[in-house]
């Protein structure tokens, strides 16, 4: 069995700490109700609603956690639930999207930024930014990160030099 790589840089995605979040809220609903009502009879409806509303929020820790989470090890980089080989990475491609894309003509842009998103996503997941990948095989495509800067020092002494 061989031990994990480690991470040469990582982002969770969401943190399970919004699963804090329900059970403290039907606590203090259930207090409120007991304070100002002066009832403590209908508890169990508060306990219903909550953990009606921890399985949405758990689901969505769950998809942040899964989709919106970056590692890059030695052997590969993931974003999202897509992995891919760094052997496979010819070069980090320069460039970086304008800041206010609203305003900005469509030469701003590099052309990296209309190629296929990593982690099978229709777009960059919001507050990330995308950073161009050429591939062996010729094509781009577009890795992503909070910090895009340091995902690339990370990635770019990992390439081979072509």
Request: some cysteine.
């Amino acid at each position: 069995m061989t031990a994990p790589a480690t991470a040469l840089y990582a982002e969770r995605g969401l943190s399970r700490i919004w699963l804090l979040l329900v059970p403290a809220a039907t606590i203090a609903m259930i207090v409120t109700q007991a304070v100002l009502v002066g009832r403590t009879s209908d508890w169990w409806v508060w306990v219903v609603l909550g953990l009606g509303c921890q399985l949405f929020v758990w689901m969505q820790v769950t998809a942040g956690r899964t989709h919106v989470s970056v590692e890059l090890t030695p052997e590969e980089l993931r974003c999202g639930d897509e992995r891919i080989p760094v052997a496979d990475i010819a070069e980090i491609l320069p460039g970086k999207a304008p800041d206010h894309p609203r305003r900005a003509k469509p030469e701003d842009f590099p052309s990296w930024s209309s190629s296929r998103v990593m982690g099978r996503l229709p777009q960059v997941p919001r507050r990330r930014y995308g950073m161009g990948l050429r591939l062996t095989d010729g094509s781009t495509v577009q890795a992503w990160a909070r910090n895009d800067y340091a995902l690339r020092a990370a990635l770019g002494p990992l390439l081979t030099p072509a």
